[in-house]
């Protein structure tokens, strides 16, 4: 495999590490990949070692080579084309004393170690090589001089000898391996904390990365790297069009409908109908043969049918049709960056025009783990906009009645379009009303509507041209 460039690339076998890493590592380079114990540094050496059948050779330092076929098989790895260097503490060359002479030696060339290596090398000779992990060889070699000589000898050795190499190293904030990182290529850095595991690959010589850090996965199929969207890389060419809503009233409100291709927010708290009203939209371009996802953070699907069957939409259908996709997204169940993977993979390989976030407080606590999950849906907000795609975002606000804020949240820059869903107060009655705050593209009306919803449908009335005051507090009818 080539990278953009045309140059040959090596993979990781890690499925999504060549996003990363511009297409794979470079041919006879040597990649440390570095972290904490637990981090995944051996799967990722498994991965590195099987993503080929040409002859392999693995120096294990650390595990003993049985428990590697083990772990491997658990991943359904195939190790047969890999010839195992076992110099773990269990194996028989290490026991006595004479595991203590492998580095005695002050010349490089004639350790026991580094020959054993050598001729492993030349009778084997493999395209790849892991030695895991590389700062075992520390506490075998007399300094730290010697060490790093013994290891950047042994780099240019295997170079030579047209292999890629992967080191592992055991890092930890007391112990440092900045002596490693200078003497390879690459660096990849795999990181445990208690809520995900993550890459960066903070050094990659002769070649662009992603920046990271990237969300990992491991699981019964091994590693696997979901790379950050990063919006400014997408761009899908595409023409307005307006997605009507299906009810009249509505798409006069909104100037005919809303805008493909871009982001608009329903706006509004708990029960005043916004993701009915969201709904609306997506079984009309349902009835237009379009795809939609709708993906719930805040509710069940067994719910959103329910809700939809008494007021007479035809979710179910359109469900059943593979027009209207519902994923239930629970709390902790993925990554930010599982989760923009998931949609990419809908807009790029399935053509899905719409997608609904329902809604954005269920987002940010389904991705609490992540820095800062208001930025990663923005940038959601931008890939949908690059990729012509119409988003509706639910926001729900906590005030039942009062102050018409459009929402509470930073990302409501992101939106395109502003509809706001309210309940007010009108002679003794709660009412819901619906107007438009703000419309990027193509006018709008600037009066509030009443919405109901009853088990004939969503319907929206005749503009209220008495209503005033409600962008600033509470409503005033002048009509009285
Ligand atoms: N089937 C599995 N499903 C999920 N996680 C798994 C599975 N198998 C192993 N793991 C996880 O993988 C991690 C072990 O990975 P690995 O042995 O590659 O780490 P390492 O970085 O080499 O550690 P060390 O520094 O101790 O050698 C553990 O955190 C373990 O929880
Ligand atoms: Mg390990």
């Avoid at 993503?51 to 650390?62: D, H, K, M, Q, R």
């Avoid at 990992?216 to 997605?243: F, K, Q």
């Avoid at 949240?409 to 502003?418: E, F, G, M, Q, W």
């Avoid at 009655?429 to 088990?455: A, H, M, P, W, Y």
Wanted: with cysteine; net charge negative; hydrophobic share 35%.
């Amino acid at each position: 495999m080539s990278d953009s460039t045309g140059q040959q690339r090596v993979q990781t076998g890690v499925p999504n590490a060549e996003a990363v890493l511009n297409g794979g590592l470079l041919p006879e380079s040597a990649t440390l990949v570095r972290g904490t114990p637990g981090a995944g540094k051996t799967i990722f050496g498994l991965h590195f070692l099987t993503a080929s059948n040409e002859p392999a050779v693995y120096i294990n330092l650390g595990e003993p080579a049985a428990y590697l076929e083990t772990t491997a098989a658990q991943f359904s790895l195939e190790t047969e084309h890999i010839e195992f260097l076992d110099l773990s503490p269990s194996a028989e060359e290490f026991q006595g004393d004479q595991a203590y002479d492998l580095f005695e030696s002050g010349e490089v060339e004639t350790t026991p170690l580094v020959e054993q290596i050598r001729q492993t090398v030349e009778t084997i000779e493999p395209t790849r090589v892991l030695i895991d992990p590389v700062t075992e060889l520390r506490y075998l070699a007399p300094d730290e001089r010697q060490f790093r000589t013994q290891v950047l000898s042994l780099i240019d050795f295997l170079k030579s000898q047209g292999v890629t190499v992967v080191l592992t190293s055991q890092a930890a904030q007391s112990v440092t391996d900045d002596d490693l990182q200078f003497l390879v290529d690459a660096v990849i850095t795999l990181e445990a904390t208690a809520d995900r595991r993550m890459l960066t690959v903070p050094k990659f010589r002769g070649s662009k990365t992603r920046r990271g850090p990237h969300t990992v996965t491991i699981d019964n199929s091994g590693m696997c790297v979901w790379p950050t969207l990063n919006p400014a890389a997408y761009h899908r060419d595409g023409e307005i069009s307006t997605l009507s809503s299906g009810v009249d009233e509505l798409d006069s409100l909104l100037g005919g409908g809303l805008s493909t291709g871009t982001i608009s927010f329903l706006t509004g708290p708990t029960g005043v109908g916004k993701t009915t009203t969201g709904l609306q939209f997506l079984i009309e371009a349902a009835r237009n043969d379009g795809r939609s996802v709708l993906y719930a953070f805040e509710e069940s699907k067994r719910t959103m049918f329910k809700r939809a069957e008494a007021i007479g939409l035809p979710l179910a259908k359109y469900v059943g049709d593979g027009l209207i996709v519902i994923e239930e997204i629970d709390t902790d169940e993925l990554t930010s960056d599982e989760f923009t993977h998931r949609i990419r993979t809908e807009i790029e390989d399935r053509e899905t025009q719409v997608v609904m976030i329902d809604g954005v407080s269920g987002y940010e606590r389904a991705f609490r783990g992540s820095d800062d999950p208001a930025y990663e849906l923005l940038k959601i907000g931008r890939y949908l906009r690059n990729m012509n795609t119409t988003g509706i975002i639910i926001n729900e606000i906590h005030e039942i009645t009062g102050d018409f804020r459009a929402t509470e949240h930073r990302v409501s820059h992101l939106a395109d379009d502003i509809i706001v869903l309210r309940h007010v107060e009108y002679r003794g009655e709660l009412r819901k009303i619906i107007g438009v705050l703000k419309k990027r593209t193509g006018g709008f009306e600037s009066t509030l509507r009443t919405l109901e919803i009853t088990d004939a449908g969503v319907s929206v009335g005749e503009p209220l041209s008495a209503l005033r005051g409600i962008l600033t507090g509470t409503p005033d009818w002048n009509d009285e």
